[in-house]
């Protein structure tokens, strides 16, 4: 049971490129969530699912975009990289009505 | 919309004493509450959390957190702190009828253990 894992662990875009931070959890958890972490801050919802084929933005949608084909993977999509999308990027999962679980987080650096 | 409030960046004690870490909340009805803690480098992971039942919860490696509904907060305590806890811990909450069991976080508060 590997619970949440992400890919890549580090990664440097150039701005305007493009990429997909992949996400999945094997624990067959209903919800999942995208989240950001800017240095010294608390986290940020950019969306969230609520299962398979459902998706709804968080509170900081703008620039990405996710898909929820299946119960395990939840991909998030950054197009046209902007140095302010600089941040470290946690996905996580949950049964429904109980606790998140985190995955060991992204992070990615727009030059 | 509900929101947390971590009302110190800093938390500093020596090992062996006890220590509290404050939350409060606002949110429209009854909460659910969280506490993770997050090491460097690493995802957050849950140490406890209150639902419903007895206000003292309790949690992984000795914590626990006390639910005041007339102060709204959520303070988390140990009563012997060690080196080892110090990590940066967020209070999180949640609406009780929350659909989407979506967490609202609050700035973190780094907890400093020094021997």
């Known amino acids: 049971n590997a619970g949440v894992t992400q890919t890549p662990k580090f990664r440097i875009l150039k701005i305007g490129q493009s990429m997909t931070l992949q996400c999945t959890q094997d624990?067959?958890?209903?919800?999942m969530y995208w989240y950001r972490q800017d240095p010294g801050m608390g986290l940020k919802l950019i969306y969230y699912?609520?299962?398979?084929?459902?998706?709804d933005k968080g509170e900081v949608p703008n620039g990405y975009n996710v898909s929820r084909s299946t119960t395990e993977d939840f991909p998030l999509r950054l197009e046209l990289a902007a140095p302010s999308q600089t941040s470290v990027y946690f996905c996580?999962?949950?049964?429904?009505?109980?606790?998140?679980?985190f995955g060991p987080g992204t992070r990615l650096t727009v030059l | 919309a509900q929101s947390v409030a971590q009302p110190e960046d800093q938390v500093n004690v020596a090992e062996g004493n006890p220590l509290t870490v404050k939350c409060t909340y606002s949110?429209?009805?009854?909460?659910?509450l969280f506490w993770y803690v997050q090491y460097p480098n690493r995802g957050l992971q849950f140490l406890l959390k209150?639902?419903?039942?007895?206000?003292l919860v309790k949690g992984s490696y000795g914590f626990e957190a006390e639910f005041n509904k007339s102060q709204t907060s959520f303070h988390l305590k140990k009563p012997s702190a060690l080196v080892s806890d110090s990590a940066l811990y967020f209070c999180?909450?949640?609406?009780?009828?929350?659909?989407?069991?979506?967490?609202?976080f609050g700035g973190g508060t780094r907890l400093m253990v020094k021997p």
């Open positions: 209150y639902i419903t039942g007895d206000n």
């Open positions: 996580a999962s949950s049964p429904v009505g109980n606790e998140q679980f």
């Open positions: 949110v429209s009805g009854n909460p659910y």
């Open positions: 699912s609520v299962g398979a084929g459902i998706t």
């Open positions: 999180a909450v949640s609406p009780y009828n929350n659909a989407g069991n979506m967490l609202t």
């Open positions: 624990m067959n958890h209903n919800y």
